[in-house]
């Protein structure tokens, strides 16, 4: 009768469980893996019986069939070589403890019979907690943010001999050790902001805007000449969003150990800003093994893109996608794969070729021509995808500067308040820019003069079917700040302003040309 051990393998950030069944029958000694292992998975039969010589296992003189179920589907990580281990061993009576029912086992022997991590770990412990296993035997890793998940009791073994240790209920001093320190490491760590907003002078109705944004995770376009504080409002943004929970955290590390990367701080939204020289690839993601692009490293954060129509603008476009539905689907001949992709989208330009079109002090010297082509770089579908459109003007800094300015921290308390609001709403992780309008708009009903207020600027400002959706839940996010059960008049007039910015400046490029 086979061994079976459990273990869990990877699509992407996506796992599934896997069966190792080991089975020892009669024929010429050696060991056979099928069930479409790729190289790095055919090469685990080398490493396991390093591993084993080693601790002094011996194998006896016959052939080891290793099958991984299901078959059809394609095997492309070394993370069975515990499973295949553990199983040979039980196979061939090395230890007689029982092993753990609903247990999986991850990672890559060394020769030596030591354990180690490799990328995709953390992919591979959020599907073990969607699979249903109770206990996870794994490698310790450093960058993981908690010591245990929820449901799922996560053993941290070194070496082989510790794994068969605690099938008798002895617990390694490693084990022991490295808990302690990391908890009391984790719980030590207070996030740190580069930028604060009390720093910023002025632009306070473009604080407000952001405020609103971070509170609802709506995209931002701001429009502006060089200066006026666009980078800066747009990189000070991160310290007003919500610390990441728990299974936020667990999926951006998922994301960054797939694709190579560290960060300093799980706990912070990511804030990622790519140069506009950055190809389709790297922004969308790609490659002949797919990996991760800009827009998933930038998931439950921010992407920032400044001098938006200096990208290619294909490139742009690649983006319409991935924020409608949240995630990217990157197909190739050899596989495919889907990374999540929900993102909060800030982009900055100027609004003319010179840069100083609207600005106070300064004539813009384009002609209208020029102008409209500049613009036109971001088309109107992607346009369209941008919930808020600032005009941004240069502070005042001596009039400006005397005004109480508020902290991040006392803006992050009341975006913080208006998600809480949200999640009631919806459940939790649903906030009202990613809300399906099915759902939005049977949680906040209107009253007919709001439709009427609605249809009229519709019909006058000539906005989308896609747009009025987005006005809607501006003015959501607006009234959940206000702590107003329902969408108020005041708020559906304010979010109409703030879509109605791009109008000041056509305006002026009109009368300027």
Known sequence: ??????????????????????????????????????????????????????IDCELPEKRIIINLSPAEQKKNSPLFDLAMAIGMMKEVGHFSEKIPKEAAFLGVLSLDGSIKSVEGMMPAIIAAKQEGFQILYLPFINELPFQQVDGLELRFVQTIEEVIQSFSGQTSLFLQQRTSSHRESSDSLIPVYPKDFKDIIGLKQEKRALEIAAAGGHNVLMSGPPGCGKSMLAETFLSILPLLTQNEQFEVMSIYQLAGKKRDSYRLPPFRSPHHSSSAISLVG?????????????????????????????????????????????????????????????????????????????????????????????????????????????????????????????IRKRVIAARNRQY????????????????????????????????????????????????????????????????????LWEAISLRRNEQKINQKWQVNG
């Open 424 to 491: 009631e709403r919806y459940g939790e992780g649903i906030n009202n820019a990613n809300a399906s309008n099915d759902l939005f708009l049977e949680k906040n009903p209107l009253s007919q003069n709001q439709r009427i207020m609605l249809q009229q600027w519709s019909s006058k400002e000539q906005f989308s079917n896609r747009v009025q959706v987005k006005i809607l839940k501006l003015a959501r996010t607006i009234s959940d700040l206000q702590g107003e059960e329902m969408i108020t008049n005041e708020s």
């Open 1 to 54: 009768m086979a061994t079976i051990i459990q273990s869990i393998g990877l699509k992407g950030i996506e796992g599934y469980r896997v069966q190792v069944e080991i089975q020892m029958v009669q024929g010429k000694e050696g060991i056979s893996i099928v069930g479409l292992p790729d190289a790095s998975v055919k090469e685990s039969k080398d490493r396991v019986l390093g591993a084993l010589a080693a």
């Open 286 to 410: 790609g490659g002949n093994q797919p990996k991760p692009g800009e827009v998933s490293l930038a998931h439950n954060g921010v992407l920032f893109l400044d001098e938006m129509p200096e990208f290619p603008k294909r490139t742009i476009d690649m983006l319409r996608q991935p924020l409608e539905s949240g995630k990217v689907t990157i197909s190739r001949a050899a596989s495919s794969a889907t990374y999540p992709s929900r993102f909060i989208l800030i982009g900055a330009m100027n609004p003319c070729p010179c840069g100083f079109l609207g600005a106070r002090n300064k004539y813009c010297t384009c002609t209208a021509k020029q102008i409209q082509a500049y613009q036109s770089r971001i088309s109107g579908p992607m346009k369209d995808r941008f919930d808020l459109l600032l005009s941004v003007q240069s502070a005042l800094i001596v009039k400006d500067i005397t005004q109480l300015v508020e902290t991040s921290e006392d």
